[in-house]
Nanobody
Framework: QVQLVESGGGLVQAGGSLRLSCAAS????????MAWYRQGPGKQRELVAT???????NYADSVKGRFTISRDNAKMTVYLQMNSLKPEDTAVYHC???????????????WGQGTQVTVSS
């Protein structure tokens, strides 16, 4: 099994920045792709960004140019740097990990508990 623990959420004003972290432990050899998802109040879950073990990234159109996903394979930790935050970015952000590349519509094998991000206007 793989355990994922997110941290770094909080309250920030519009235009501000936050950095989320997600540390993986357990059977980390199973992990190829890692990703960040979010679900805002009254909204569907959204795949925000993905990154593979070789560093290939993909982003949702809603965050391109503002968010950056990165990973430290030695620490098996994935990060999400969020800049120019908007009130519509308010959501619970979850980390996901899978043995295969991740894409919208398919939940990852491993899922974190989530961290709340609130952006005030």
């Amino acid at each position: 099994q793989v355990q994922l623990v997110e941290s770094g959420g909080g309250l920030v004003q519009a235009g501000g920045s936050l950095r989320l972290s997600c540390a993986a432990s357990g059977d980390i050899f199973r992990i190829n792709a890692m990703a960040w998802y979010r679900q805002g109040p009254g909204k569907q879950r959204e795949l925000v960004a993905t990154i593979t073990s070789d560093g290939s990234t993909n982003y949702a159109d809603s965050v391109k140019g503002r968010f950056t996903i990165s990973r430290d394979n030695a620490k098996m930790t994935v990060y999400l740097q969020m800049n120019s935050l908007k009130p519509e970015d308010t959501a619970v952000y979850h980390c996901g990990a899978d043995s295969y590349p991740l894409a919208p519509g398919r939940l990852p094998d491993y899922w974190g508990q989530g961290t709340q991000v609130t952006v005030s206007s």
